[in-house]
């Protein structure tokens, strides 16, 4: 073993701390430093990812407590895939931003990558921590970064978005700490794995006002259908490569807690059925509200909650198949919604509106970016031999296993649509005439090397999805055997 | 019209969290039975083996620290969120929009009050271990400390560039102790000084310095929260 | 405190909306007091009696002080500020 | 007197929490001015503390500190741990504010008004 | 290295490295582009045996591909119209924009459809019936004209079709638990019955869609005139019967062991007949060769269908002959009205006119593959049809003999309109300088013309490995019963009499035309286009003085109630409601944080009181 997963925490914290100290002495340290950070964690993951698939979990306790007592983090191979996969998008996102918009003052861009990369940690904490107030704790920590985030461009109306966010954003931890409460207040305890095995013990009225509030919390943040309305506002104004960070990073990080709570905390049965309910509905809302989009942004936005609300339908069969293909789903929404926001913000680059029919007939003019947007949205929306045909065949193979007939039924219907919206961007990219007024800009060096290697993966898992099948089957496993996580957790000195 | 169903759902929400919480009941343990409350093995251990008098102290820096120390970094996010919603190509350090015209005497009673306020805030985040308050408490008092004198003389400036360094010190010492307790004991911020005993004001291994560094940390982001949004011309 | 808050909500003027959440702070440290939490109530004290009315107080200053967007430009034109 | 304190307090500190957090919700849902609606954000903040802290409390229980020369009983003290929380929440909640309050500005400077039916560029 | 591999990297390869290629220079792409289709081909016909299989796993799913003599007669359409609309293409594109997207997009389409063909499992066919469609799509909307409604509307009925399908085959695998299409034959008969019922419904969809039967058809005239004609007429000579090799293989593996067959046979084949009534009808109506040929296509894979779908030995064998024909010949049309687009600019029939003289070549091609497609002996069309006619009246399909005479009767006008609209009539001065085209795209459309003759006359050629395909679908050995004793003329005994016969109709047909020809010369007047001494009325200016211009009025006249409702109609009006009533659930969005935070609140609260129904 290379390191600890509580690294993953304290070497952003400590380089965040750094950074503007270091930034006094030599101005460009606040842009290379996160990254080497980011590069070091992603090494640090991957290291760790070894070690778990050979050697099971790493469960790490803080201050030197074991598990009820401490807090502690878990590295497994759920988790691990997870934590994986967002220091390598954080990376990319961190790559792609380095020189995103130029003539940038020192003090905004100091602000952007501290604030990126306390993004990524917020999320992987959320990840990591075993403990629910530490969840809390990370969540608000990923919020706040993400409120100023969104915020960050001071000519668009990036403040509207990001007081919405704000406003949800408290509700949310608001509901959290009271489910917090009723939990601590029956059980005595704040660690996932203890709350875990007692939770039977409690009474199921409790139970149930404790997971509607988790739920709910943790569903604004995961974006669900009538707690999202903060999703497509920040989407649209976020700077682009914050846009892939929240579809990518951020949103992942939600999904992990709510299914941790509610796979691994609570034994209610009706809470898979709501998860699958609610998962179609986001998912259908979503899909039909992003057809008749005029932002490109906005449009990608909507279609990124109408993919998390699959995720919540395949999390909700409740079987590992079911998890399994969650996960394979959310890894390809990662990627390839990263893709398409990076790739998006460049083709509408100067556009102040970013409206879709800006991007008419620039396939001419930025090729490869162009050509890796329509990569990405043939990937997402399915269509073989890209990564995205993949899980969505597991989504729906899991769903035909569970006996969901409807449920098959409505997600390809709502994939029809999917399809038309994203090929009429692609039609407009490549078949239409330029219009003169819109300028282009020439992606960075850098951003390029980012996109190419999502189009890459997107390619690599499309022809060979073994590459990841074997992570996502032991984390589904992972995730599925309840009994172990205790086990781990608890036994722990 | 709005307003009524506002009301009604609020009514409903509240009927369900009040029957709950009223049927947990108030002041008694309503823990489910058999279950150990880890709160007890918090209060021994915290007497015991870490020989701090504060129950809340030690939770907050040993048991917990992690949460302090991500609570500590929501503050830092905070003053780097608000310098970057905040920001304005043309900033002017100058240029500050002023309360009131402070009279004599709030000026002077401020002067004599500063050094008085910034002595207990120290105190109390020392003494964090033993009595009640500590790094927040002590830290939050030294600010409304600056916030005094930042409200009454109109020219009083902190250096942005002091805040920063103070703070970042500050939280380097918070991670920089975590990391050497995983060298050292095997887990982050894991103690690794002797306890000492019990009332002393060296006890408490690293809990105090710990919790000295959040004082700090603190004290210099409170600040530069008010500094940033007082220097905010609307 | 139930009644400062409704003050608080209730009142057009920002500013002693702001005075009365301040209220709330003080009281609920006051409880927090009683319910024998010694260190929260320090912490609220410090924290929502002081700076959060402050930040408030500050923002008011730097945007309107009236709720009612026409009030604020009567009271304005009627010099009262 | 410490009795009939109790008393007032036993079941009305849940009342009073659980109040304070629905007026604060009102507040934030149906004022039409952004201070208003962060005014109303803060309340629920305090609520929420209040109700936390009423978890711990224990009746004739002590606070959680070792005071030399007494002879404590850890079996009276009150629940620590709430308070821990609590004093983290309040933390998070005076910077959630801090950021709130920076969007008004912002909102304000860009809009020129507070009024939230004004401020909805982005939709649908 | 396996073979079947060899050709998939190969084919993968090339088509990227053919993509790539432009900077090369043309030529250099060009010579790619022919190696990248002839060799992979040549490498299938040499080194891969029918029945043979190779099991591999991707992704944790046992895949197997392999090719059974089924396949095989299919994958001649495929890689033998493939091969010339290639040469074809080369030419069709010099001096075009996007040729290496074309290129590109041609490889992977043909690859794909080799794919489908040796797919033994229902994933690997899945994912290749995916690559050709969006590969097609890209094609369709490669002109860039009215992409928007084209395009889309074929993606999205191909979408249909595809989820249908897709959905049919994951409930195959919860059922069987494999996605081999063996298992699924094997186990077919131990389905429930909704599952029995359903899953030929969803997979007939899917097939149905790239087949253009009845209410699926509208994508088909649009994208099959919008797409390059080099690579239409693979799309409709190729790809379109990769929805029938779907089709048999439901009808014949799936619903022959169930008492339901019956019934889709019956509902199938009836669609077939409406399809192929107003496909022509259709057809009759455009004054564009493209959209004519296009219907055109509708119409003729109507019959394919009726005889796949009636399903008796003769009537199958009719069906698959019918679409090796159909490939050849609609592929030569294709290319022709390319070629004439190509040197004119127009394809529009009301336009130009009088070609005969300038594209001599090109109207000998439109000619045969003209009279295969009507049907008149001796060229291809004829044999199928007869098959065809004579296995519906034994099978006591009498109405639809009827149905079916009557289009293929009409469909004399439509061919005749073609044949004139372009090359007869008179010649204009707009039209002078126009020749022939490049040698490159003659050669092609004339030898593929050949063929159409060569198997009119030879039905031998290609009945035999379609009796061999049939044997693997399950039927006895048609040999000897069926094909090798002529279809005509059954009860005559052991022997081929077709040839003889088919010679003797050559023979007179040979001798009309030079009698005719000759007799013709001889009277013939050459007047100019104003002279209109011959008339009776005088033309309006703007009148172009070639009858191609409200061709069959009265004919269309008398049939127009039955025309008047489209489709199409019914389709767009589905598609704006939905789309309005998108943008309603988009409004839920008001833009006011503070509507979503009582979104939350409602949320919370319906959660509240439903608690003890959701969570029990």
């Not at chain 5, 109506?285 to 493209?290: C, E, G, I």
Request: charged share 10%; hydrophobic share 55%; glycine share 10%.
């Amino acid at each position: 073993m290379v390191g600890t997963p509580v690294l993953f925490v304290a070497i952003p914290l400590l380089a965040a701390f750094l950074i503007p100290l270091f930034g006094m002495i030599w101005k460009e340290s606040v842009r290379v430093i996160p990254g080497i950070v980011l590069a070091y964690l992603l090494v640090l993951a991957i290291n760790l990812m070894n070690y778990v698939m050979v050697n099971g979990p790493i469960v790490e306790v803080i201050a030197g407590w074991a598990p009820p007592l401490g807090i502690n983090l878990v590295f497994s191979a759920f988790s691990g895939f997870l934590v994986t996969l967002m220091v390598f998008l954080g990376l990319i996102v961190w790559m792609y931003s380095y020189r995103f918009k130029r003539n940038v003052d020192f003090e905004p861009a100091k602000k952007y990558f501290l604030l990126l990369m306390m993004l990524i940690t917020g999320s992987v904490g959320m990840v990591l921590t075993g403990d629910i107030f530490n969840l809390f704790v990370f969540i608000e920590i990923t919020s706040i970064s993400a409120y100023a985030l969104t915020a960050f461009y001071t000519g668009r109306d990036s403040a509207e978005a990001s007081f919405k966010y704000l406003m949800l954003g408290s509700l949310a931890s608001a509901f959290l700490l009271i489910a917090i409460m009723i939990i601590y207040s029956q059980l005595g305890t704040l660690n996932m794995a203890d709350i875990g095995s007692k939770m039977h013990l409690m009474k199921p009225a409790y139970k149930i006002m404790a997971i509607i509030f988790l739920f709910t919390a943790l569903g604004i943040e995961a974006e669900i259908f009538p707690l999202n309305g903060w999703a497509p506002d920040a989407y649209a104004e976020a700077p682009g490569p914050v846009g892939a960070a929240f579809a990518g990073i951020v949103v992942k990080a939600a999904i992990y807690a709510s299914i941790r709570i509610i796979y691994t905390l609570f034994d209610l049965s009706g809470a898979y059925d709501l998860l699958i309910v609610i998962g179609m509905i986001t998912l259908i809302v979503a899909e039909t509200a992003a057809i008749r989009q005029e932002k490109l942004k906005r449009m990608l936005a909507y279609s990124s909650i109408g993919q998390m609300g699959l995720v919540m339908v395949a999390f909700g069969m409740g079987t590992e198949e079911g998890v399994f293909a969650a996960l394979f789903l959310m890894f390809n929404h990662a990627i390839i919604k990263s893709l398409l926001f990076l790739s998006g913000s460049y083709l509408v680059y100067n556009s102040k509106d970013k409206l879709i029919k800006e991007v008419n007939g620039i396939g001419k003019f930025l090729p490869i970016t162009s050509f890796l947007f329509v990569l990405g949205s043939f990937a997402i929306v399915g269509l073989p031999p890209f990564a995205g045909f993949w899980s969505k065949l597991s989504v729906l193979t899991a769903a035909a296993d569970s006996n969901m007939l409807l449920i098959i039924a409505l997600v390809l219907i709502v994939s029809i649509i999917e399809v038309v919206y994203y090929m009429r961007v692609v039609n407009r990219i490549y078949f239409f005439k330029k219009d003169e007024s819109v300028s282009t800009q020439r992606p960075t060096l850098n951003a390029l090397i980012a996109m190419i290697t999502l189009g890459a993966i997107v390619l690599i898992v499309g022809f060979y999805p073994d590459a990841v099948t074997g992570f996502l089957h032991r984390a589904s496993a992972d995730l599925m055997d309840k009994a172990g996580y205790i086990n781990d957790v608890l036994t722990l000195n | 019209m709005k307003k009524f169903v506002v009301i009604l759902l609020l009514a409903v929400m509240g009927y369900y969290i009040s029957i709950t919480f009223f049927d947990i009941g108030f002041g008694d343990s309503h823990l489910v039975e058999g279950v150990v409350p880890v709160k007890d093995a918090y209060l021994n251990e915290t007497v015991n083996s870490l020989n701090v008098a504060n129950t809340v102290t030690s939770i907050v820096v040993n048991f917990r620290g992690f949460d302090t120390l991500g609570e500590v970094t929501v503050l830092f996010l905070a003053v780097t969120a608000l310098g970057g919603i905040l920001y304005k190509k043309r900033h002017q350090a100058g240029e500050r929009s002023v309360l009131f015209s402070a009279s004599k005497v709030v000026t002077s009673g401020s002067k004599l009050l500063f050094p008085a306020i910034v002595l207990l805030g120290a105190y109390v985040f020392i003494h964090g271990h033993l009595s009640p308050g500590g790094g927040f408490q002590g830290g939050v008092i030294i600010a409304t400390g600056f916030l005094l004198m930042l409200l009454a003389y109109e020219n009083f400036t902190v250096g942005h560039n002091t805040l920063s360094v103070i703070e970042s010190l500050a939280g380097i010492t918070f991670a920089g102790v975590g990391i050497w307790g995983l060298i050292y004991g095997g887990s982050f911020l894991e103690n690794f000084l002797p306890v000492g005993t019990l009332n002393d004001l060296f006890s408490g291994g690293v809990i105090p310095i710990i919790y000295i560094a959040v004082g700090f940390k603190v004290a210099a982001e409170l600040t530069g929260v008010i500094y940033t949004v007082l220097h905010e011309k609307g | 405190m139930i009644g400062a808050a409704v003050y608080s909500i209730r009142q057009k003027d920002l500013l002693y909306a702001t005075i009365a959440t301040g209220i709330i702070s003080l009281v609920l440290s006051v409880l927090f007091y009683l319910l024998q939490a010694p260190d929260v109530a320090l912490t609220e004290a410090a924290i929502g009696v002081a700076l959060t009315t402050i930040i408030f107080i500050i923002t008011i200053r730097n945007t309107v002080r009236y709720e009612d967007e026409h009030d604020n430009k009567e009271k304005f034109k009627s010099g009262v500020k | 007197m410490e009795d009939t304190l109790f008393k007032i307090l036993d079941y009305g500190v849940y009342g009073t929490a659980v109040l304070v957090i629905l007026i604060g919700l009102y507040g934030a849902l149906v004022k039409r001015s952004l201070l208003k609606i962060v005014i109303g954000l803060s309340i629920i903040d305090s609520g929420i503390n209040l109700l936390l802290v009423a978890i711990g409390y224990l009746k004739g229980g002590t606070a959680p500190i070792f005071s030399p020369g007494y002879l404590d009983n850890p079996k009276i003290m009150v629940d620590p741990i709430p308070q821990a929380l609590v004093l983290t929440a309040i933390v998070i909640g005076f910077g959630v504010t801090a950021v709130a309050l920076a969007l008004v500005i912002r909102l304000y400077r860009h809009h020129g008004t507070l009024h939230i039916d004004e401020i909805r560029n982005l939709k649908w | 290295m396996e073979t079947i591999f060899l050709i998939f990297i190969l084919f993968l390869g090339g088509a990227i490295v053919t993509w790539m290629a432009g900077k090369l220079g043309n030529i250099v792409q060009d010579i790619l582009f022919l190696a990248t289709i002839l060799v992979p081909s040549y490498l299938f016909y040499t080194n891969v045996a029918t029945g043979y299989a190779i099991d591999f796993n991707v992704g944790g799913i046992e895949l197997s591909w392999g090719i059974n003599a089924f396949g095989w007669l299919f994958s001649l359409i495929v890689l033998g119209l493939g091969a010339f609309a290639a040469f074809y293409a080369v030419s069709f594109m010099k001096g075009k924009e996007r040729r290496g997207a074309f290129y590109l997009n041609f490889i992977l389409s043909i690859m794909a459809m080799l794919g489908i063909l040796m797919s033994q499992d229902l994933i690997s066919f899945f994912i290749f019936w995916e690559i050709m469609t969006w590969s097609s799509y890209i094609m369709v909307v490669y002109n860039g004209n009215d992409v928007q409604r084209i395009g889309i509307k074929y993606f999205v009925f191909s979408a249909i079709g595809a989820y249908a399908m897709l959905m049919a085959i994951v409930l195959i695998k919860s059922m069987t638990g494999s996605f081999m299409i063996e298992s699924l034959i094997s186990s077919y008969t131990s389905f429930s019955y909704d599952m029995q019922i359903l899953i030929p419904v969803l997979l007939l969809t899917g097939f149905g869609v790239k087949a253009a039967i009845m209410p699926l058809h509208v994508w088909a005239p649009g994208a099959y005139s919008n797409a390059p004609m080099a690579y239409t007429s693979i799309f409709s000579g190729s790809l379109s019967k990769m929805g029938i090799y779907g089709m048999v293989i439901v009808f014949t593996t799936m619903l022959s062991y169930v008492p339901e067959g019956v019934w889709f046979r019956g509902v199938v084949a009836w669609l077939g007949g409406f399809t192929a009534v107003f496909g022509t009808l259709w057809a009759i109506k455009q004054d564009d060769a493209k959209k004519l040929l296009a219907y055109s296509s509708v119409a003729q894979l109507g019959y394919i269908i009726v005889g796949v779908a009636i399903g008796t030995p003769l009537a199958m064998m009719a069906g698959l002959f019918l679409a090796v024909m159909h490939a050849i010949f609609k592929g030569t049309l294709f290319m022709v009205v390319g070629a004439i687009e190509r040197q004119t600019g127009t394809s529009n029939f009301t336009e130009v006119t009088g070609l005969i003289r300038k594209m001599p070549w090109t109207f000998v091609a439109a000619l045969m593959s003209i009279i295969a497609l009507a049907g008149i002996p001796p060229l291809g069309g004829f044999v199928g049809k007869w098959m065809l006619y004579e296995s519906l009246i034994t099978s006591d399909h009498y109405l639809l003999v009827i149905v079916i005479f009557f289009s293929s009767t009409a469909a004399f006008l439509y061919c005749y309109k073609f044949l004139f609209g372009f090359f007869l009539g008179q010649e204009e001065e707009e039209w002078a300088h126009v020749k022939e085209a490049p040698a490159l795209m003659v050669v092609p459309m004339v030898i593929l013309a050949g063929l159409t003759f060569l198997l009119g006359t030879y039905p031998g050629i290609i009945l035999k490995p379609i009796a061999n395909g049939m044997q693997t679908l399950g039927y006895g050995m048609t040999q000897g019963q069926l094909w090798d004793t002529s279809i005509i003329l059954n009860e005559w005994g052991n022997q081929v009499v077709l040839q003889p016969i088919l010679y003797a109709i050559l023979g007179i047909f040979v001798f009309f035309v030079i009698f005719v020809t000759i007799k013709g010369y001889k009277n013939t007047r050459y007047v100019t286009t104003k002279d209109i001494s011959s008339s009776g009325e005088v033309p309006l200016a703007h009148e172009n003085l070639t009858f191609s211009q409200g061709f069959f009025q009265p004919f269309l006249r008398a049939v127009e109630p039955a025309m008047r409702r489209q489709i199409d109609k019914y389709y767009t009006a589905i598609a704006n409601g939905l789309e309005s009533l998108f943008d309603f659930t988009r409004r839920i969005y008001t833009g006011n944080g503070q509507t979503y935070a009582i979104f939350v609140i409602v949320f919370v609260v319906i959660l509240l009181i439903f608690k003890n129904s959701i969570f029990g």
